[in-house]
């Protein structure tokens, strides 16, 4: 059997939104609204039909024996090179072996199915076992054309074998004519393109059902005998009529990818047709068609094989891995339909060295560096003696192919003045999974994605133009794997050990299940007591939870100590400390209910309260914060209440226990801080046993403890910088809650103590909140009290709004001016600061010294322009300098290179 082994795609990352063409040019051609529905494929600026045929064939090849491969055809009709074997370049980037064939096929739009049929033929011959068939394009058209809306770009690849078949192909039919819809010149860039009608029906409407209908005859088929229908039409109505014309159910045809790619040219019958295979279960029957002077037709019928393929990304993969462009310009630069000045480093020689090319040839086109035959260093570039300084051996190198092995950003910068056609250009070192290292361009990312400890993947692009000579330098460079630049954000708890005291149900239960998910190994506690805390107490409640957190692929073990006593506590951490060997985060939940007025909270209902809520929390946070001590990391959360912060009728003892924890809290943060244990409080608002019938009914079903966790999940996480914070929480709604202190207000004089009198005529002042502060620690607090308003900053006390105001880091600015560094500067730095809060303001720097004033500046060497917020987060150094001058929230006018010496001359942050 021969037929299809393995397919692969790559759609580029980068979609044009086509409101975005009608938007810029609606004015001038506002037929184009007609066909700007979705997004259309758009190559990056680094990247072409050889670099997408290289990405789909490396996806094609996933999990194949390289090696086997006998021929390589290569279709497109959007090839870089005229004579220079582009089938060629795709070789060598993916280091296949010499002794096999390499062909283009070309200058028709059906030169892939050609190239498919040729590569059949060759393999039922018996002379070829494996051939991969790539076919590529990145079409150019004029702007504010139909066509630019209709194109789109993109690759696919077909390996043809006869060796674990997932398609059969059961047979072919071609039809080929001169029939000229469009032409390109061979010295021109654009299609000339004929009238729409007569393509739609002398062409599509013709050829196709003619080529197909040849098939049916040739292999005694009909219509009936197909599953799924395969044939490019960008003209969205004729493709659906065609199919109806040939007597095809609508749900046969495959979709032509208008909305989400736009038309690949060459590469897309190929496309259409593995959007199908993704889909095909065994049997299922597909017919594919490519048009283009003429047609060609296949059939194919799906084997058992389909299911053992492996992961391949493909077309559904490479449309999931997308960026929305909206930005015209943007996409007239990347396609040079535009003239910008690049500026003079832009006009530094490009010639290739063809001589140095092909000596280089694996290193620069197939990523080859060398591994130590010795001691097994991989290095990059391959020389001839090994890096590893305990080896240093000559001439042990082997070729070590690097392109397939996984690396992480180990460092990273983004260089606004280097030469990119979409600055800042990102650079930087990748570090490789296994070893070896290399500097690498980074690629389809963005600055702000970028992390140290990125997993990226090594991607074959173009490198630089010589646009005189028209050459092509590619090599390879890095890109972030899909996802793991959003990944950075992501809240995990890989190798942490936590603890959840109560976790047998409710909230408990749910944090457990949450942590789990996110890879912590997790200690689930529960006494399995009833409501009140009576009762001997199950372990069933703690083993179903471990068993879930099991059932998910998670980490856990139960505990079923009892937290009111020091035993218990302490066996509930030691039980962390046995089975992960560290305790990294604590939440003390556990809790029960015993309300009671006041007057009749008997000692036994008051204790039995205090003991699991206060002093469990005490029992098990002493030994766990010993613990975090050792590993200088520890997040803590305990619970309280609305009832203890606010008050609730019948709850005294909670009321007093809840709010006490508080004061634990308070304390330990400050215990905590040189230990980076942070503390902090939920007041959780959810549906449990303990709310059951306190909850008025219709909250109590809304009130999902799901809804509080991802507060709790932030407070555990590394993340989380806060500590001795509240948080109310529940049904997806959070605030903070504060204690606050008002301005004192001081009465009488050191020999005289003031009077009630006194007291009770400045109420309203000694009452008021206004201008009332959180206070770090009792010091500031007492502080506070007792230092004149005027010294308040000093005394350590946190603002109500941590933002501060423009005026007061201007203020500040002085103090945070580093003279050793100006000693040579001379400049004058204007701020216009926009929005509540803003005015301007600038400063003089000269020999060494330093001053602010407000106002205009007659010479400025540089203005710079940003809204009191960003400011304000920027001078916090929560908004780092250079992504706010590449969003545009940090505009600079003047000497933009003077700007840079903020950050050297002034302490940020
Ligand atoms: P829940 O009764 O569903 O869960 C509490 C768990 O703690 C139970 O599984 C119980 O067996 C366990 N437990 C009780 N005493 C224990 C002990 N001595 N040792 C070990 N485990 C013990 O209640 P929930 O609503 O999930 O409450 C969780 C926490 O949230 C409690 O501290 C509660 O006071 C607090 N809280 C809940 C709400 C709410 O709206 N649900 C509101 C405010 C505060």
Aim: net charge negative; with cysteine; proline share 4%.
């Amino acid at each position: 059997m021969i037929g299809i082994t393995s397919y692969g795609a790559y759609i580029p990352r980068l979609r044009l939104d086509r409101m975005a063409i009608f938007q810029a040019m609606g004015w001038f051609a506002p037929a184009i609204m007609m066909v700007a529905q979705g997004e259309r494929s758009m190559c990056n600026w680094d990247e072409d039909s050889i670099t997408m045929a290289v990405a789909a064939s490396r996806d094609c090849l996933n999990g194949m024996d390289k090696g086997s491969l006998d021929a390589l055809y290569l279709a497109s009709t959007t090839l870089p090179f005229a004579d220079r074997q582009n089938a060629g370049i795709v070789s060598a980037a993916l280091n296949l072996r010499e002794d096999f064939i390499t062909a283009d096929y070309t200058a028709s739009q059906k030169a892939a199915t050609t190239a498919l049929i040729t590569a059949f033929e060759s393999v039922l011959s018996g002379e070829r076992k494996n051939i991969l068939v790539t076919a590529s394009d990145r079409r150019e058209t004029k702007t504010a054309y139909f066509y630019e809306m209709w194109f789109g770009d993109g690759a696919g690849s077909l390996m043809v074998g006869d060796t674990d078949v997932i398609a059969e192909y059961k047979g072919s039919y071609s039809l080929s004519a001169d029939f000229v819809d469009h032409y390109r010149g061979a010295d021109k860039k654009y299609d000339y393109v004929w009238e729409e009608r007569w393509t739609r029906d002398a062409g599509y409407g013709t050829f196709i059902p003619q080529a197909i209908n040849g098939l049916f005859d040739k292999l005694g088929i009909t219509m009936d005998d197909v599953d799924k229908l395969v044939y490019p039409c960008f003209f969205k109505g004729d493709h659906r009529k065609i199919a109806g014309e040939l007597g095809a159910d609508p749900e046969k045809l495959v979709d032509n990818m208008h909305e989400v790619c736009g038309e690949t040219g060459v590469a897309h019958s190929f496309l259409m047709f593995i959007s199908a295979l993704e889909k095909a279960k065994p049997g299922d029957r597909i017919l594919m068609c490519g048009f283009g002077q003429g047609a060609n037709a296949l059939y194919f019928e799906i084997t058992e094989n389909i299911a053992k393929l492996s992961e391949h990304q493909g077309v559904a993969g490479s449309l999931a891995n997308k960026k929305s462009v909206d930005n015209y310009l943007k996409w007239l630069k990347f396609r040079d339909l535009i003239k910008t000045e690049m500026g003079i480093r832009a006009e530094a020689p490009t010639q290739t060295a063809t001589t140095v090319l092909w000596r280089k040839n694996k290193m620069i086109m197939g990523l080859v560096g060398g591994q130590c035959r010795e001691c097994g260093t991989p290095q990059f570039p391959k020389s001839d003696i090994c890096v590893n300084p305990n080896c240093g051996a000559f001439y042990s190198q082997d070729d070590y192919e690097f392109s397939d092995v996984p690396a992480k950003v180990k460092t990273f910068t983004a260089d606004l003045l280097a030469v990119s056609v979409d600055p800042p250009a990102i650079y930087g070192m990748v570090q490789f999974e296994g070893g070896g290292r290399m500097m690498a361009d980074f690629a389809d990312c963005e600055l702000d994605d970028i992390y140290v400890g990125l997993p990226v993947s090594m991607e074959f692009k173009c490198k630089s133009f010589d646009k005189e000579r028209g050459f092509v330098n590619y090599f390879w460079k890095a890109v972030p794997v899909p996802g793991a630049a959003e990944a950075k954000d992501a809240v995990r708890f890989d190798d942490r050990v936590a603890i959840v005291t109560g976790a047998g149900a409710g909230l408990g239960r749910a944090y457990a299940l949450e942590l789990a998910k996110r890879g912590a190994r997790v200690v689930v506690n529960d006494l399995g007591g009833a409501r009140d805390g009576s009762g001997d107490g199950s372990a069933a409640a703690a083993d179903q939870v471990v068993d879930e957190i099991k059932q998910l692929g998670g980490e856990a073990v139960a505990n079923y100590d009892n937290v009111a006593t020091p035993e218990g506590g302490q066996r509930i951490v030691q039980s962390a400390l046995d089975a992960f060997g560290r305790v990294d985060i604590l939440i003390n939940n556990a809790g029960i209910l015993r309300d009671k007025s006041f007057l009749k909270m008997e000692p036994d209902n008051w204790k039995t309260v205090m003991d699991v809520h206060l002093n469990g929390a005490y029992h098990v946070t002493r030994p766990a914060m010993a613990a975090m001590k050792e590993n200088g990391y520890g997040r803590i959360v305990m619970t309280t209440s609305a009832a203890g912060l606010y008050g609730n009728f019948g709850q005294t003892n909670y009321s007093a226990a809840k709010m006490a924890l508080v004061g634990l809290m308070n304390t330990l943060k400050l215990e905590g801080k040189k230990n980076n244990i942070k503390v902090n409080t939920v007041a959780p608002i959810a549906a449990s046993r303990l709310t059951e019938d306190v909850m008025p009914p219709d909250l109590f079903e809304k009130s999902k403890p799901e809804f509080v966790v991802p507060m709790v999940m932030h407070l555990c996480s590394e993340g989380c910088q806060e500590s001795g914070s509240i948080f109310n929480s529940g049904m997806g709604y959070f605030n903070r809650v504060a204690v606050f202190t008002g301005p004192a207000t001081q009465l009488g004089d050191p020999e005289n103590p003031p009077t009630p009198e006194q007291v009770h005529a400045n109420w309203k002042k000694i009452n008021s909140l206004e201008g009332a502060k959180q206070m770090e620690d009792a010091n500031a607090a007492i502080f506070a009290l007792i230092m004149p308003p005027a010294e308040d900053s000093a005394s350590g006390e946190t603002s109500a709004d941590s933002g501060g105001s423009v005026q007061a880091v201007f203020d500040g600015m002085l103090d945070g001016f580093k003279a050793e560094a100006a000693a040579e500067v001379d400049v004058v730095f204007q701020f216009s600061i926009s929005g509540q809060g803003g005015g301007d303001w600038y400063c003089i720097i000269k020999n060494g010294t330093c001053s602010i004033d407000q106002g205009l500046h007659d010479k400025p060497a540089c203005t710079i322009k940003m809204t009191a917020a960003d400011f304000l987060a920027m001078m916090s150094g929560k908004l780092p300098a250079m992504p706010a001058f590449t969003s545009g929230k940090l505009q600079i006018a003047g000497d933009v290179m003077k700007s840079q010496l903020l950050e050297k001359l002034f302490k940020i942050g």
